[in-house]
Protein backbone atom coordinates (compact mmCIF):
# COMPACT_ATOMS: atom_id res chain seq x y z
CA UNK A 1 0.00 0.00 0.00
CA UNK A 2 2.72 2.40 0.80
CA UNK A 3 4.33 1.80 -2.22
CA UNK A 4 1.24 2.57 -4.17
CA UNK A 5 0.92 5.58 -2.55
CA UNK A 6 4.88 6.86 -3.44
CA UNK A 7 4.30 6.17 -6.87
CA UNK A 8 0.96 7.54 -7.10
CA UNK A 9 2.57 10.57 -5.60
CA UNK A 10 5.61 10.47 -7.54
CA UNK A 11 3.41 10.34 -10.61
CA UNK A 12 1.28 13.40 -9.95
CA UNK A 13 4.47 15.10 -9.01
CA UNK A 14 5.42 14.63 -12.51
CA UNK A 15 2.14 15.62 -14.38
CA UNK A 16 2.30 18.76 -12.02
CA UNK A 17 5.67 19.44 -13.24
CA UNK A 18 4.76 19.57 -16.42
CA UNK A 19 2.30 21.88 -16.59
CA UNK A 20 2.66 26.08 -17.35
CA UNK A 21 4.39 27.28 -14.01
CA UNK A 22 1.17 29.69 -13.40
CA UNK A 23 -1.00 26.26 -13.04
CA UNK A 24 1.74 24.83 -11.06
CA UNK A 25 1.86 27.45 -8.46
CA UNK A 26 -2.12 26.96 -8.45
CA UNK A 27 -1.63 23.23 -7.20
CA UNK A 28 0.75 24.09 -4.84
CA UNK A 29 -1.23 26.80 -3.35
CA UNK A 30 -4.07 24.72 -3.02
CA UNK A 31 -1.86 22.02 -1.21
CA UNK A 32 -1.11 24.18 1.07
CA UNK A 33 -3.65 27.01 1.50
CA UNK A 34 -6.27 24.06 0.67
CA UNK A 35 -7.77 27.42 -1.51
CA UNK A 36 -7.25 27.93 -5.02
CA UNK A 37 -5.82 31.54 -5.74
CA UNK A 38 -7.38 34.26 -7.21
CA UNK A 39 -4.46 35.07 -9.63
CA UNK A 40 -6.30 37.59 -12.14
CA UNK A 41 -8.05 39.63 -9.35
CA UNK A 42 -5.97 39.15 -6.03
CA UNK A 43 -7.02 40.24 -3.06
CA UNK A 44 -4.14 38.82 -0.44
CA UNK A 45 -0.63 39.14 -0.41
CA UNK A 46 0.14 35.56 -1.74
CA UNK A 47 -2.25 36.10 -4.61
CA UNK A 48 -0.86 39.56 -4.96
CA UNK A 49 2.82 38.28 -5.65
CA UNK A 50 1.23 35.43 -8.09
CA UNK A 51 0.02 38.31 -10.04
CA UNK A 52 3.46 39.90 -9.92
CA UNK A 53 4.77 36.67 -10.80
CA UNK A 54 2.84 35.59 -13.89
CA UNK A 55 0.19 38.61 -14.93
CA UNK A 56 2.32 42.18 -14.97
CA UNK A 57 5.65 42.67 -13.43
CA UNK A 58 8.94 44.30 -14.73
CA UNK A 59 10.69 41.78 -14.81
CA UNK A 60 13.59 42.69 -16.54
CA UNK A 61 14.24 45.07 -13.42
CA UNK A 62 13.37 42.51 -10.43
CA UNK A 63 16.39 40.38 -12.15
CA UNK A 64 18.80 43.40 -12.38
CA UNK A 65 17.75 44.76 -8.81
CA UNK A 66 17.60 40.93 -6.93
CA UNK A 67 20.77 40.53 -7.95
CA UNK A 68 22.96 40.27 -5.11
CA UNK A 69 26.19 41.65 -7.04
CA UNK A 70 24.80 44.12 -9.40
CA UNK A 71 22.43 45.71 -6.28
CA UNK A 72 25.65 46.64 -4.34
CA UNK A 73 26.03 49.84 -7.03
CA UNK A 74 22.67 50.45 -6.87
CA UNK A 75 22.46 51.06 -3.15
CA UNK A 76 26.03 52.57 -2.87
CA UNK A 77 24.15 55.22 -5.43
CA UNK A 78 20.84 55.28 -3.96
CA UNK A 79 21.99 55.61 -0.15
CA UNK A 80 25.83 55.17 0.18
CA UNK A 81 28.18 52.11 -0.24
CA UNK A 82 28.50 52.50 3.98
CA UNK A 83 25.60 49.93 4.14
CA UNK A 84 27.12 46.93 2.34
CA UNK A 85 28.47 44.31 3.51
CA UNK A 86 32.54 44.39 2.65
CA UNK A 87 32.87 42.53 -0.58
CA UNK A 88 36.36 40.03 -0.65
CA UNK A 89 35.96 38.76 -3.41
CA UNK A 90 33.20 37.97 -7.02
CA UNK A 91 33.90 35.37 -9.70
CA UNK A 92 32.74 33.44 -12.26
CA UNK A 93 35.44 30.92 -11.97
CA UNK A 94 34.95 29.41 -8.81
CA UNK A 95 38.66 28.48 -8.60
CA UNK A 96 40.06 32.25 -8.21
CA UNK A 97 38.89 31.26 -4.65
CA UNK A 98 41.87 29.03 -3.97
CA UNK A 99 43.42 33.12 -5.01
CA UNK A 100 42.11 34.17 -1.47
CA UNK A 101 44.95 34.79 1.14
CA UNK A 102 42.26 33.31 3.82
CA UNK A 103 38.73 32.20 3.75
CA UNK A 104 38.33 32.40 7.63
CA UNK A 105 34.98 34.44 8.63
CA UNK A 106 33.98 34.94 5.31
CA UNK A 107 30.15 34.08 3.56
CA UNK A 108 29.93 32.28 0.30
CA UNK A 109 26.88 32.60 -1.92
CA UNK A 110 25.84 32.83 -5.51
CA UNK A 111 24.08 35.90 -6.73
CA UNK A 112 21.37 34.76 -8.10
CA UNK A 113 19.10 32.41 -5.71
CA UNK A 114 18.89 31.74 -2.36
CA UNK A 115 19.36 28.73 0.04
CA UNK A 116 23.14 28.10 -1.47
CA UNK A 117 25.51 29.92 0.94
CA UNK A 118 28.65 28.58 3.13
CA UNK A 119 29.35 30.35 6.22
CA UNK A 120 33.36 30.21 6.60
CA UNK A 121 34.21 30.58 10.89
CA UNK A 122 37.89 28.69 10.84
CA UNK A 123 39.82 28.52 7.80
CA UNK A 124 38.84 25.13 5.69
CA UNK A 125 41.83 22.50 4.51
CA UNK A 126 42.33 21.61 1.02
CA UNK A 127 40.12 18.68 1.02
CA UNK A 128 37.23 21.21 2.25
CA UNK A 129 38.49 23.93 -0.18
CA UNK A 130 37.54 21.99 -2.96
CA UNK A 131 34.22 20.57 -2.19
CA UNK A 132 33.16 24.48 -2.10
CA UNK A 133 34.63 25.06 -5.02
CA UNK A 134 32.91 22.14 -6.82
CA UNK A 135 29.51 23.18 -4.51
CA UNK A 136 30.10 26.79 -6.14
CA UNK A 137 30.56 25.20 -9.68
CA UNK A 138 27.04 22.99 -9.25
CA UNK A 139 25.50 26.31 -8.27
CA UNK A 140 26.58 28.41 -11.13
CA UNK A 141 25.26 25.60 -13.18
CA UNK A 142 21.83 25.97 -11.53
CA UNK A 143 18.77 28.29 -13.15
CA UNK A 144 17.00 29.49 -10.02
CA UNK A 145 14.60 30.72 -11.88
CA UNK A 146 12.92 26.97 -11.31
CA UNK A 147 13.08 26.59 -8.31
CA UNK A 148 9.92 28.56 -7.28
CA UNK A 149 8.88 29.61 -10.97
CA UNK A 150 10.13 33.10 -10.82
CA UNK A 151 10.82 34.06 -14.50
CA UNK A 152 13.23 37.28 -13.08
CA UNK A 153 15.89 35.46 -11.76
CA UNK A 154 16.65 34.38 -15.25
CA UNK A 155 17.72 37.72 -15.86
CA UNK A 156 21.00 37.28 -13.83
CA UNK A 157 24.29 35.97 -14.92
CA UNK A 158 25.47 33.67 -12.18
CA UNK A 159 28.55 34.85 -9.89
CA UNK A 160 29.86 33.97 -6.46
CA UNK A 161 30.91 36.49 -4.20
CA UNK A 162 33.19 35.99 -0.70
CA UNK A 163 31.43 38.37 1.54
CA UNK A 164 33.22 39.12 4.78
CA UNK A 165 31.26 37.43 8.01
CA UNK A 166 29.22 39.27 10.13
CA UNK A 167 28.00 37.65 12.55
CA UNK A 168 28.87 37.10 16.20
CA UNK A 169 30.32 33.17 15.75
CA UNK A 170 27.81 31.87 17.66
CA UNK A 171 24.15 32.36 16.06
CA UNK A 172 23.12 33.75 12.74
CA UNK A 173 22.17 37.74 12.65
CA UNK A 174 18.78 38.85 12.62
CA UNK A 175 16.89 39.67 9.95
CA UNK A 176 14.95 42.61 9.86
CA UNK A 177 12.93 42.50 6.34
CA UNK A 178 10.83 45.45 5.76
CA UNK A 179 7.54 45.01 3.49
CA UNK A 180 7.10 48.68 2.01
CA UNK A 181 3.90 49.17 -0.07
CA UNK A 182 3.82 52.44 -1.68
CA UNK A 183 0.24 54.33 -1.77
CA UNK A 184 -0.92 56.08 -4.20
CA UNK A 185 -0.43 59.99 -1.75
CA UNK A 186 3.03 59.40 -1.73
CA UNK A 187 2.97 57.85 1.88
CA UNK A 188 4.45 53.96 2.96
CA UNK A 189 2.73 51.42 4.56
CA UNK A 190 5.02 48.76 6.27
CA UNK A 191 5.24 45.43 7.83
CA UNK A 192 8.42 44.50 9.49
CA UNK A 193 9.04 40.97 9.74
CA UNK A 194 12.05 40.24 12.40
CA UNK A 195 12.63 36.52 11.78
CA UNK A 196 15.72 35.09 14.58
CA UNK A 197 16.59 32.39 16.26
CA UNK A 198 17.78 30.72 12.19
CA UNK A 199 20.52 28.24 14.24
CA UNK A 200 17.24 26.58 16.05
CA UNK A 201 15.65 23.66 14.13
CA UNK A 202 12.17 26.16 15.05
CA UNK A 203 13.06 29.70 13.58
CA UNK A 204 10.99 32.75 15.26
CA UNK A 205 9.42 35.68 14.03
CA UNK A 206 7.75 38.71 14.98
CA UNK A 207 5.32 41.42 12.62
CA UNK A 208 5.47 44.78 13.32
CA UNK A 209 2.82 46.51 11.53
CA UNK A 210 3.78 50.43 10.70
CA UNK A 211 5.41 50.68 13.94
CA UNK A 212 8.16 50.11 15.38
CA UNK A 213 7.65 48.23 19.20
CA UNK A 214 4.10 46.89 19.56
CA UNK A 215 4.09 43.35 18.40
CA UNK A 216 0.98 42.25 16.16
CA UNK A 217 1.75 38.89 16.27
CA UNK A 218 4.41 35.96 16.77
CA UNK A 219 5.80 32.90 15.73
CA UNK A 220 7.36 30.80 18.80
CA UNK A 221 7.70 33.35 20.81
CA UNK A 222 11.01 33.43 22.19
CA UNK A 223 11.21 36.61 24.23
CA UNK A 224 13.14 38.80 21.30
CA UNK A 225 13.07 42.37 22.26
CA UNK A 226 14.23 45.02 19.86
CA UNK A 227 13.61 48.23 21.65
CA UNK A 228 17.28 48.64 22.08
CA UNK A 229 17.54 48.84 18.29
CA UNK A 230 14.75 51.05 17.56
CA UNK A 231 16.62 54.21 17.21
CA UNK A 232 18.67 52.35 14.69
CA UNK A 233 15.57 50.24 12.58
CA UNK A 234 13.75 54.09 11.79
CA UNK A 235 16.72 54.98 9.97
CA UNK A 236 16.57 51.48 8.48
CA UNK A 237 12.84 52.69 7.78
CA UNK A 238 13.93 55.99 5.80
CA UNK A 239 16.57 54.35 4.02
CA UNK A 240 13.94 51.12 3.09
CA UNK A 241 11.42 54.02 1.36
CA UNK A 242 14.27 55.53 -0.41
CA UNK A 243 15.14 52.08 -2.11
CA UNK A 244 11.43 51.25 -2.50
CA UNK A 245 10.43 54.34 -4.32
CA UNK A 246 9.58 52.98 -7.76
CA UNK A 247 7.94 50.38 -6.89
CA UNK A 248 4.69 49.22 -5.90
CA UNK A 249 5.63 46.87 -3.52
CA UNK A 250 9.24 45.13 -2.33
CA UNK A 251 10.80 43.41 0.72
CA UNK A 252 14.14 45.26 1.58
CA UNK A 253 16.30 42.74 3.91
CA UNK A 254 18.38 43.99 6.91
CA UNK A 255 21.12 43.32 9.39
CA UNK A 256 22.12 44.95 12.56
CA UNK A 257 25.81 44.56 14.03
CA UNK A 258 27.37 46.54 16.88
CA UNK A 259 25.46 49.57 15.74
CA UNK A 260 26.34 49.33 11.98
CA UNK A 261 23.50 49.19 9.58
CA UNK A 262 24.10 46.20 6.70
CA UNK A 263 21.81 45.75 3.57
CA UNK A 264 20.85 42.60 2.74
CA UNK A 265 18.64 42.38 -0.53
CA UNK A 266 15.49 43.31 -2.16
CA UNK A 267 13.10 40.89 -3.01
CA UNK A 268 9.54 41.42 -5.37
CA UNK A 269 8.18 37.67 -5.39
CA UNK A 270 8.83 36.79 -1.41
CA UNK A 271 8.04 32.90 -0.59
CA UNK A 272 7.39 32.92 -4.64
CA UNK A 273 3.53 33.54 -3.32
CA UNK A 274 3.48 30.53 -1.10
CA UNK A 275 4.17 32.65 2.29
CA UNK A 276 2.75 31.03 5.32
CA UNK A 277 2.79 32.65 9.01
CA UNK A 278 0.49 34.92 7.49
CA UNK A 279 -2.27 34.49 10.29
CA UNK A 280 -4.29 37.04 12.09
CA UNK A 281 -5.65 38.41 9.30
CA UNK A 282 -2.01 39.45 7.68
CA UNK A 283 -2.50 37.52 4.34
CA UNK A 284 -5.27 40.15 3.87
CA UNK A 285 -3.84 43.43 5.41
CA UNK A 286 -0.59 42.95 3.43
CA UNK A 287 -2.81 42.18 0.21
CA UNK A 288 -4.96 45.57 1.31
CA UNK A 289 -1.88 47.61 1.88
CA UNK A 290 -0.46 46.72 -1.83
CA UNK A 291 -2.00 48.89 -4.37
CA UNK A 292 -0.82 47.22 -6.82
CA UNK A 293 -0.57 48.55 -10.19
CA UNK A 294 -2.34 46.95 -13.19
CA UNK A 295 -0.20 48.78 -16.02
CA UNK A 296 3.11 48.87 -14.66
CA UNK A 297 5.56 51.34 -16.87
CA UNK A 298 8.87 48.89 -17.33
CA UNK A 299 11.75 51.00 -16.75
CA UNK A 300 14.79 51.01 -18.55
CA UNK A 301 16.80 48.54 -16.86
CA UNK A 302 19.65 49.62 -13.98
CA UNK A 303 22.87 50.61 -15.42
CA UNK A 304 24.57 50.37 -18.35
CA UNK A 305 25.47 46.70 -19.17
CA UNK A 306 23.47 44.67 -22.00
CA UNK A 307 21.29 41.82 -20.39
CA UNK A 308 20.09 39.33 -22.71
CA UNK A 309 16.89 38.18 -22.64
CA UNK A 310 16.17 34.75 -21.66
CA UNK A 311 14.98 32.04 -23.65
CA UNK A 312 11.44 31.55 -22.89
CA UNK A 313 10.55 27.52 -21.91
CA UNK A 314 6.82 26.72 -22.71
CA UNK A 315 6.08 25.61 -18.84
CA UNK A 316 6.40 29.64 -18.04
Request: charged share 25%.
Amino acid sequence: MLKFKDELRRSVLYFVKKMPWKYQDGIYYLFKFKQFPNIHSPKLFNEKVLYRKFINGDYLRYGRLADKYFVRDHVAKTIGEKYLIPLIHETSDPATLLSLPSWKNTVIKPNHGSNMVEILLEEPDAQQKQRIINRCNVWLHKDFSCESREIHYRYIQPRILVEQYIGDGHSLPIDYKFHMFNQRDGRFEYVLQVIYNRSNPDLSMNFYVNNLHDVFYKIRDTGLDISAEEAALRTVLELSKTLASEFDYVRVDWYLRQGQIYFGELTFTPCAGLMTGLDVGLNQMMGQMWIQQHDIKKLAPVGNEDVPLPTMPKKV
